[in-house]
Structures are given as C-alpha cells and as structure tokens.
C-alpha cells in the first residue's frame, strides 16, 4: 500500500514544539492587543484577482507561487499567500471605514506559497500580522517598529537587526525609477550596459518593476546594482518628511535600526516606509528574514476603496521566530501541577474523582490510569515534571488522607482532601520548582 505522507513543505507540529509556538502566539497576542490591535479572521480561500490585483502581476508570489484552482462553478480561487490582502478586503466589504475613523487589526494563520521547500521556507507556513488602516501619521510607522522589537525582546531574542527604509510614493518612484534604469544601462567595468549581464529575473523586471532588482538573490545583480543610485536621495519633500519623522521617533523610543536604502519588499503595494527585522541566531540559516512591512498608502484604493486610506502593516513568520528563540521545546510546556498515583481499584476511583474536582477548579492534574507498580506510578509522574504527587494507596484511603509529595523540595506530608487545593494554590504564588512561561 502507498505510504501516506504529507505534502512536501507542508509540516505536522507535535507536542512538545506546539509549546513553543504556544508561547510566541500567546506573547504576540497579548503584545498586540496591548497596542489595540484586534483580531481579525478571514478565509483561507480567497478570489485569485484579489491576489493578482493587490500583490502585482510581477511578483514572485503571483508569478509562479499561489496554489490556484478552479472552483466546481469554474471561478478561479487561491489560497492566500499573505494577510494583507484578505484583510483589506474584508475592510472594504464590512464598510469599516464607516462605522470607526482608524482601524488596528492582527491576524494568525496559514500561508501557502508554491517556493522551493527547505529549512525555514515551506509552502505552509505561519504568519502572525497586523495592519493599522487609515493611519497616516510618520509615528504609527515608528509604533509598529517599536512594538517589533519589544515583540523580539519578549520572545528571549536579542540578536535581531532592524532594517528601515523609504521606498518613496507614486510621486518619488518614477525619478527614481528613470535613474535606476539609466544607471543600468550606461557601460559597467567591461563596458558592456550593465543590464546585459543581470539575471533573466531582473531582465524581465527591468520594464515591470526595477525596483526588485534591487531585492535580487543572484550574486552577478547584487554586484552589479552596488553601486546604483539611491532611493533615499530621489525622495520628493513630503516622503522624506515623512521618513524623518519615522526615523526621528525610532530615536525616540529607543528602537535600534538600521537604515538600508537597498531594502525592499517582494510585494508591490509597499508605499513610503518598508522594514524588516533580520535574525542572526544560529537556528535560521540562510532564511533569517524574520518580519517583514511597510505602508501601502495605496493598497485600499487599488481594492476599490473610496477614498485615500493610507495604511502600514506587518507580518512575521511563525517558524523563523520560533527557531530563533532559544531553549528546549519542552521546557515551554505546561507541566501537570499534580500526578495523582494510586494503589488498588477504590484509590484510583477516588483520585480520578479529585481530579475532576481540581481541574474544574483549573488546575493541571493527570491521574495514573493503570494498575502498575507504585515505583513505575513514580517514575511516570517525575518525568511528567509535576510539582506534587498524591499517593493514595489503600490504606491512605481507609483514613482518609493522602500523602502530598513536593518534588522540587523532596519533602512530604499527610492531607486531607480539602488541603489539596490550598497546597496546589500555595506553590503558584511561590513557585519553587520551575519558573512558569
Ligand atoms: P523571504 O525574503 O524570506 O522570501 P518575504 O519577503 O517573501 O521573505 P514576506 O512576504 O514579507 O516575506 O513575509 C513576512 C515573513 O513571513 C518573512 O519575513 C518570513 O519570516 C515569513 N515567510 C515568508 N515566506 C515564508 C516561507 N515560504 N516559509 C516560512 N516563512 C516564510
Ligand atoms: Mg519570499
């Protein structure tokens, strides 16, 4: 028979890794909500022209990435290769513009893109994001990047570069863009236009999108566009206002950054200010983009808003910052608070009856179901990490204790039923064992 196997680039998450994507996703929720950003949900399946439409026809995404399919009614749809896109038009679809004057929405979900699968890229990956609508101000750029990097520092990791740049408006790009294509074409070193000799990528971007080649991977375009003209020097007064007042406010709040004029963004609704937050970790290989964003002043309109709804947004990737976050995925994990351990049929009633009760009561408790050794019953339950272990053996049972082991302090004693809670509430006020995530 064929082995079943996942698609490729597609990964399973088990216990105990699910703790430490557990704990990014609590962090960042808690983070976000506290900068009054709400979440938002939107179909994983979405019309392929909204794709097309938002990210541009010649990105990577759109040309050779999305997992499209055509419907039983012959509609074409694709599952989402990004947030923004499906969040700006449930924005535009619920009218939201309307009913409040500026809007923070996150998100947290799967992505699918059809890239080359390796470590840290995978055609399912997850992405936490957030997208601040109808905001214009420089500072709400300057937000977003602060509330990045306390995010980064929350999560344990400290060895990120932040990288912002300008990728200027309609009214900068095109000066810029007739620079950028005059430098290419003028003779490099060997005398030949310097566009001759850049990758067919590039080539074919030359008359879509130049900017890209600046994001080029290929070795021959990175030499070759070292020395080009810079954005940040072709900025009109208002993109650079604005930049300055992004950068002004970093200072402010003590972001460390790094400006990067050769930063830009593989979808091509990016407008004015673009990030993304580098890891250095030795978790990420060569993948070590961690965060990506920027405004897209113009995202709404082409959508089919009515008016100007300027906007900045983010998202990061799932994998990459839980593989940049030091530490062993179990020691995320909830450890039970109490192993109940029993010897014959009437004390393993009992305990799966005090179970019950402390776990309504919200506590962690696991019950020994079967009827192994005492020692086997032990050795379980210390490996399960709990803090206490009740013993109930028949003789407990007929006076009506249990003995209450601490295994972080080694000592143990004989209580009452009712004691149990107030020991099991003691130890969370002062946790002596292990430090809870
Ligand atoms: P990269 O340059 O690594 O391809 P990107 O510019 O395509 O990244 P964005 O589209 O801005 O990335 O997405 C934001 C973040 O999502 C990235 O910084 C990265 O952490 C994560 N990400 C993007 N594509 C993948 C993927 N195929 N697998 C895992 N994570 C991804
Ligand atoms: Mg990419």
Redesign the pocket.
């Known amino acids: 028979m064929e082995r079943l196997q996942a698609v490729k680039?597609m990964n399973d998450l088990l216990p105990p890794e699910s703790a430490k994507w557990q704990f990014v996703e609590t962090r960042a929720r808690a983070l976000l909500e506290a900068y009054g950003y709400r979440e938002v949900r939107t179909p994983l399946v979405e019309p392929t022209t909204l794709f097309a439409r938002a990210i541009g026809v010649a990105t990577?995404?759109v040309e050779k990435e999305m997992y499209t399919f055509t419907d039983r009614d012959g509609s074409s749809l694709t599952l989402r290769?990004?947030g923004t896109a499906g969040a700006v038009r449930a924005y535009l679809e619920h009218q939201v513009a309307g009913r409040e004057g500026h809007t923070r929405w996150y998100y947290s979900g799967p992505?699918y893109?059809h890239?080359r699968?390796q470590k840290?890229?995978?055609?399912q990956?997850?992405?936490i994001?957030a997208e601040a609508l109808n905001q214009p101000e420089p500072t709400v750029d300057a937000e977003m990047i602060a509330m990045l990097a306390q995010l980064f520092t929350a999560l344990g990791i400290d060895d990120v570069d932040v990288l912002v740049n300008c990728v200027g408006g309609a009214e900068d790009r095109p000066k810029y863009m007739a620079a950028l294509r005059a430098y290419l074409e003028a003779p490099g070193p060997d005398g030949a236009p310097r566009l001759s000799r850049l990758s067919e990528t590039s080539q074919r971007r030359l008359d879509k999108n130049p900017l890209r080649i600046l994001?080029s991977k290929d070795p021959t375009d990175i030499a070759l566009t070292a020395e080009a003209p810079s954005i940040l020097d072709h900025l009109g007064d208002a993109s650079k206002a604005h930049f300055d007042a992004v950068l002004a406010t970093l200072r402010e709040l003590g972001v460390k950054f790094t400006v990067d004029a050769r930063l830009v963004?593989?979808?091509d609704y990016y407008t004015g200010t673009v990030f993304?937050?580098r890891g250095r970790g030795p978790g990420l290989g060569a993948?070590?983009?961690?965060?990506?964003?920027g405004r897209y002043d113009a995202l709404v309109e082409t959508l089919g808003g009515a008016g100007k709804t300027p906007a900045v947004g983010?998202?990061?990737?799932?994998?990459?910052?839980v593989a940049s976050i030091p530490g062993e995925p179990a020691s995320f994990a909830q450890a039970p608070e109490l192993c109940l351990v029993s010897h014959g049929d009437a004390a393993r009633r009992f305990n799966l009856a005090l179970a019950q009760e402390l776990r309504g009561r919200g506590y962690r408790v696991d019950v020994d179901h079967r009827s192994a050794s005492m020692k086997s019953q032990m050795k379980r339950a210390d490996k399960l990490g709990a803090r206490f272990v009740g013993v109930l053996g028949e003789d407990e049972l007929q006076k009506g204790i249990l003995m209450l082991r601490d295994m972080g302090a080694g000592e143990q004693r004989p209580v009452t039923r009712a004691e149990v809670e107030p020991a099991l509430a003691a130890a969370r006020i002062s946790p002596t064992v292990k430090q809870e995530a």
């Open positions: 680039g990577d995404i290769p990004e992505m893109r890239e699968a840290g890229r995978y055609r990956f997850f992405q994001g994001d963004r593989g979808l993304e937050v993948q070590n983009a961690l965060c990506g964003g983010f998202a990061f990737g799932v994998e990459r910052v």
